[in-house]
């Protein structure tokens, strides 16, 4: 885990710098890049994408844009396409716009050129669906997620339309119920992207959360936890993250 809140001494590094697999937050750092290209004229939000029947994800996966068109082949405006990936975190949606955009390197290249460090991405949704090692190859350095997640909030690299949209689709996303937000005050913004593996052989690979929390005087606490191969249950991974979210919540507000 790592945290960030300017202007105070905030300390929550746990293996800030590690590798764990990061699963759906990649989904993130895509959007960002999708919306830079935006900026660059390459892409309009308005532009229609096709959904390929190649970009399905057999025989199951979680996405409501397969799930409402089960034969692909349609044209879907890359404004829903970021909101299905970056909220919803509809895997078929993010696996579609990776092609669009370049794949997995031009991603990371990008990333990486706004100084941001430990974000290394290789595959989309279809491998992680068909292998599950792959995930691992997928990773993100809870201190590189906070670097990001401060890069949003205090120098965007995006316009600030493009920024407020993407953080928008971050706040209003339903994944996490029980994350980050469960033990927060009533009303506390946060604007979050979670990740979350399969389990196998009761092992539970990955179980993360990362985001901006808005404290009550309107500064915003950057903190990421991944939770790595854990054998305990679903339930307690998520009560861990709550916890140390609060934990650390109570703490920047006491920080200067």
């Not at 669009?100 to 990486?112: D, F, N, S």
């Not at 706004?114 to 090692?133: I, Q, T």
Request: hydrophobic share 40%; with cysteine; glycine share 8%.
């Amino acid at each position: 885990m790592a945290c960030s809140l300017p202007g105070s001494s905030l300390n929550c590094d746990l293996e800030a710098h590690s590798n764990p697999p990061m699963q759906s937050i990649f989904k993130l750092p895509l959007a960002v890049y999708a919306l830079h290209l935006v900026e660059q004229g390459k892409f309009s939000l308005d532009k229609a994408i096709r959904f390929l029947p190649s970009d399905r994800i057999l025989p199951e996966t979680y996405s409501p844009l397969q799930d409402n068109y089960p034969n692909g082949d349609v044209d879907v405006p890359l404004r829903e396409l970021l909101r299905l990936a970056a909220s919803l975190s509809d895997n078929a949606a993010a696996d579609t716009v990776l092609r669009v955009t370049g794949g997995p390197a031009e991603v990371g290249a990008y990333i990486q050129s706004l100084g941001v460090r430990g974000f290394h991405l290789e595959d989309g949704e279809h491998m992680l669906h068909r292998d599950a090692s792959a995930q691992y190859r997928n990773w993100f350095a809870p201190a590189g997620a906070v670097q990001l997640l401060r890069r949003l909030s205090d120098n965007s690299p995006l316009m600030a339309e493009h920024t407020q949209l993407l953080l928008g689709w971050m706040k209003d996303s339903p994944t996490g119920a029980h994350r980050m937000k469960a033990e927060l005050p009533a009303g506390t913004i946060v604007m979050h992207k979670t990740g979350t593996s399969g389990v196998q052989d009761g092992v539970a690979s990955a179980t993360n959360d990362m985001g901006l929390i808005t404290l009550p005087d309107g500064r915003q606490l950057a903190l990421a936890v991944f939770v790595t191969d854990s054998r305990a249950d679903e339930k307690t991974r998520e009560a861990v993250i709550a916890r140390i979210a609060k934990a650390a919540y109570s703490a920047a507000i006491q920080a200067h």
